[in-house]
Structure formats: structure tokens, C-alpha cells
């Protein structure tokens, strides 16, 4: 079981201030809309994985049951949301790779506020398939170590299929099999954990360990991450 970079640590920070940050809810709006629509506008989220992870995923931001049920309507019904899923491979400074994962109802528009942003601090956007490679689309779940032991930890992943689990000071990070999100319910019962989702973890990594260096990925990140149509952005920074 190996441990977190620098990098890595201050991804797990940026995680927990994005919990609290503005936009937030609108995100987690979109995803859950999103997760309607592509599941043919199945409503009930025992029926729809991605539903009921979006919806986990709302309640760990705290987002108001209200809200929760206004984006479920907006991917049902004569008067549904165009919101469709957008990914987009980029390349950052110091050989650094990107993947941009989003939601958006003008393709046209996100991907040139994305490309603004890249092309003013010295990345570009990628062809398909320039960047996808170097990164492995799959399923992340995380468990508080108050909550889990080792043990715990590796029977879970072993029942996942894991093929990585990691660990930092406060969590347990299990990658597997993407196939295997929709399982996740019938492996763990009611076995608690902090999150579980899609992620895209790199197959190789850029090692990065100057101050002056990440900071600068880091801002860039967090422009891209800023902007209402981008979920999340991958890196395979080590």
C-alpha cells in the first residue's frame, strides 16, 4: 500500500475546500441531471448507479434536498436539459498531461473557455485520443481510516477487483475496475465510506516536486476547475 506525493496532498486539500466553495451545488446539480438523462430518465436511484452516486455525492456537500430533487426534474420530463457529458485531453507545462471531465449544453462554448484558459498559461488542448492513453478510466472509493483498519481495507479492495489502493495521514484510497461501480452496494453492504466515483488515474506519472512548479499546475487546475461546465481535471502529475 503506498503512500501520497506532495502533489497528491494537495489535491486532498483542495478537495475537501471544494465542498464548500459557491458553485458547488450548480456542479453537483449537472451531475445529477446528467445522471438522469443517461440513464433514459430512470428517477429512482436504486435503479440508476450514476444517480445514486451523484446523489451521495450531494449529500456528503450537504446540498439541500430541494436542489437535489430540481436537477433530478431537469433530466425527466417534455422540458429535459441538453446537458451532455464532455471530455477534453490537454498538455500543461513541464510535460504534464490533462484530463478535463465536464458537463455542458454548448460543447462550443466550454471547450473555448477551456482552451482560453490553457493557451494563457502555456498548455494547449489535445486531439482525441493524444492524451487519453496515459490514463486508465476507473472506479475511486475512499474510506476515513477512523472509520477502516488494513485489513478492512485490503478485503474490500480485494472483493473490488483493486488493482491500487494508496493512502495519505486521514484516508484509504481503492482504485478498480470501473465495471465495478454499479456493485459497489452488493460488495459492501453497509460498509461506510467517505466517497466513491469515476475517476482516471494515470498509467504513468511526471514527477513534479518544486514548489514553483506546482504551484503554477496548480493554479491552472484550479482555473479550469473554476469554470461552471468542468467537473474535475486529471492529472498524471507522481
Known amino acids: 500500500m503506498s503512500g501520497h506525493s506532495k502533489w497528491a496532498n494537495i489535491k486532498r486539500t483542495k478537495m475537501a475546500?471544494?465542498?464548500?466553495k459557491g458553485n458547488v451545488f450548480s456542479k453537483l446539480s449537472r451531475i445529477i441531471?446528467?445522471?438522469?438523462?443517461e440513464g433514459g430518465g430512470i428517477v429512482e436511484p436504486g435503479n440508476n448507479v450514476k444517480l445514486r452516486l451523484a446523489i451521495e455525492k450531494a449529500h456528503a456537500s450537504n446540498m439541500p434536498k430541494d436542489n437535489i430533487k430540481k436537477a433530478i426534474e431537469k433530466g425527466s420530463g417534455p422540458d429535459k436539459s441538453q446537458l451532455k457529458?464532455?471530455?477534453y485531453e490537454a498538455f500543461a507545462p513541464y510535460g504534464v498531461s490533462m484530463i478535463i471531465h465536464g458537463t455542458t449544453?454548448?460543447?462550443n462554448r466550454t471547450m473555448s473557455e477551456i482552451r482560453n484558459i490553457l493557451e494563457k498559461h502555456q498548455g494547449k488542448l489535445g486531439s482525441m485520443g493524444s492524451v487519453a492513453y496515459l490514463f486508465k478510466k476507473c472506479g475511486l472509493i475512499i474510506f476515513e481510516k477512523s472509520e477502516m483498519n488494513q485489513d478492512k481495507i485490503l478485503a474490500i479492495g480485494d472483493q473490488l477487483g483493486?488493482?491500487?489502493i494508496t493512502e495519505d495521514d486521514?484516508?484509504?484510497y481503492i482504485y478498480f475496475?470501473?465495471?465495478q461501480l454499479g456493485h459497489i452496494k452488493n460488495i459492501l453492504n453497509d460498509i461506510k465510506y467517505d466517497s466513491a466515483e469515476i475517476?482516471?488515474?494515470p498509467q504513468t506519472t511526471i514527477p513534479l516536486e518544486e514548489d514553483e512548479k506546482i504551484k503554477r499546475i496548480s493554479e491552472l487546475v484550479n482555473l479550469l476547475e473554476d469554470l461552471d461546465d468542468v467537473q474535475k481535471v486529471f492529472t498524471n502529475i507522481a
Open 17 to 20: 475546500n471544494d465542498k464548500v
Open 33 to 37: 441531471t446528467l445522471a438522469v438523462l
Open 85 to 87: 457529458e464532455i471530455i
Open 105 to 107: 449544453d454548448n460543447p
Open 162 to 164: 483493486a488493482f491500487d
Open 170 to 172: 486521514q484516508k484509504y
Open 177 to 179: 475496475p470501473y465495471e
Open 199 to 201: 475517476d482516471f488515474k
